[in-house]
């Protein structure tokens, strides 16, 4: 019993001072993180991709789609299909992302700005109200001034839709009358009426034309 203890304390030993000195299964012909080559000219263990290589998914071949420039202007149409899916998907977004600086309706006071951020201009001003919509994608895909990117965040497809919304949201503060049909009117009518009724006893906040 003793003897068999001993051998195997021995080749245990063995084994490590073996395991020890050997490192063919360390050392392997890769080259490691930043390691010289001698395989190639330049001596670079890293290699460039080869020029063209395209990442999978980052083809990205329609410049306007993915910049909202189409040459060196902005865009003036979405390049995508207006629909409902895609107004709500904005609006969704728009909440998300955008809402806390530049407030649910795009005002410029958002909870960030009452609490000490820079207030952005309101989407409502002329001068943002006649900029094209590729300018509001650049913007969010590139930054602007205080506001950071948002490239990181907000995938194309949905900066469109954050664009799509914006231009509801600027429509929905600057309707004039004579665009609308006669029902609409009526129910401007209503609204409006409706709205001095509830704000004056109440004295509380205004809210219609703000959802
Ligand atoms: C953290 C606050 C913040 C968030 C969130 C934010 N912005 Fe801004 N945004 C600003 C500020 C501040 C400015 C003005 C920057 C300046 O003038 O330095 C600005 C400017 C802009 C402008 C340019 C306005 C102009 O004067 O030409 C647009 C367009 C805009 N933001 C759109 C968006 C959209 C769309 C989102 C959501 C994806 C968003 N912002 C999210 C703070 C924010």
Request: aromatic fraction near 10%; charge should be positive.
């Amino acid at each position: 019993m003793r003897r068999r203890a001993q051998t195997l304390l021995a080749f245990l030993v063995v084994a490590g001072a073996a395991a020890g000195c050997r490192q063919d299964m360390h050392d392997q012909p890769v080259i490691e993180p930043f390691e010289e080559s001698n395989f190639f000219a330049d001596k670079r263990g890293y290699r460039m991709p080869i020029e063209g290589t395209v990442a999978r998914g980052q083809l990205r071949e329609d410049k306007a789609f993915y910049t909202g420039l189409s040459g060196d202007r902005f865009l003036t149409k979405l390049p995508l299909a207006g629909t409902r899916e895609l107004l709500e998907r904005g609006r969704d977004r728009f909440e998300v992302f955008c809402s806390p600086c530049h407030s649910r309706v795009g005002d410029g006071r958002g909870m960030i700005v009452r609490r000490g951020f820079k207030q952005p201009a309101s989407f409502h001003e002329a001068r943002l109200r006649n900029q094209p919509v590729g300018y509001y994608f650049d913007v969010m895909s590139r930054g602007f001034g205080e506001m950071s990117s948002y490239a990181a965040q907000i995938r194309p497809e949905d900066r469109w839709a954050i664009v799509a919304y914006i231009r509801a949201l600027q429509l929905s503060q600057a309707v004039v009358l004579a665009d609308l049909d006669n029902e609409q009117r009526e129910r401007v009518r209503t609204g409006l009426a409706n709205r001095g009724s509830l704000a004056s006893p109440a004295g509380g906040e205004e809210t219609v034309g703000h959802d």
